[in-house]
């Protein structure tokens, strides 16, 4: 298992930018691929992006493409989300995730350590 902790939530206006950060403690961060979810009030847990256990590989949903980075530090044990260009429908709690699984995937269940969230609102 490998514990996982989100930080840099927060209020900001729509246009602005945020990153949020998710430390890693407990096992090998390398051997895991990572992801960030998001959480609106009233709907399912979405994918936002993943980056492979190397960082070479990243991914996007279709939503932030173009907006949002996604990155990691191997020897910081952690892993960051740039938000720009921010909109209100990204209003949301964010999720860090780990996978120990051969390829990174896009589905919450592929995860299976998970952080507890941090809060993001954009204002309109």
């Known amino acids: 298992q490998v514990q996982l902790v989100e930080s840099g939530g927060g209020l900001v206006q729509a246009g602005g930018s945020l990153r949020l950060s998710c430390a890693a403690s407990g096992r090998t961060f390398s051997n895991y691929n990572m992801a960030w979810f998001r959480q609106a009030p009233g709907k399912e847990r979405e994918f936002v992006a993943g980056?492979?256990?190397?960082?070479?590989?990243?991914f996007y949903a279709d939503s932030v493409k173009g907006r949002f980075t996604i990155s990691r530090d191997n020897p910081k044990n952690t892993v960051y989300l740039q938000m720009n260009s921010l909109k209100s429908e990204d209003t949301a709690v964010y999720y860090c995730?780990?996978?120990?699984?051969?390829?990174?995937?896009?589905?919450?269940?592929?995860?299976?350590?998970w952080g507890q969230g941090t809060q993001v609102t954009v204002s309109s």
């Open positions: 995730a780990a996978n120990s699984g051969l390829i990174p995937g896009i589905t919450p269940k592929q995860y299976e350590n």
């Open positions: 980056v492979s256990r190397s960082g070479a590989s990243t």
